[in-house]
C-alpha cells in the first residue's frame, strides 16, 4: 500500500467536500469540489483507494498544485 497525494490542477476555492477520511473511493470518484471563476471543477480519486485525510476544509482558497487529500492505495 502507498500513500498518493491529490493535488489540485487549478486556483479556486473549495465549494464542497465529499468524500471524509476511511472512505472506499473507485478511480475517478470526486473527493472535492472547486469553485473557480463561478465553475465548479470536481478534484477525483487518481486511483482506487481509502480516504486517508482531508488536508482543507470548505471555503478554504487553493493554489494549482496544492495537495488536498491522500489515499491509500
Known sequence: MALVD?????????????AAPGSRLEEDEQILIMESMKMEIPVSAPESGVVVEILVAEGDTVTEGTVVARIEA
Do not use: M
Request: charged share 25%; glycine share 8%; net charge positive.
Open 6 to 18: 491529490v493535488k489540485t490542477e487549478i486556483t479556486g476555492n473549495i465549494w464542497k467536500i465529499v
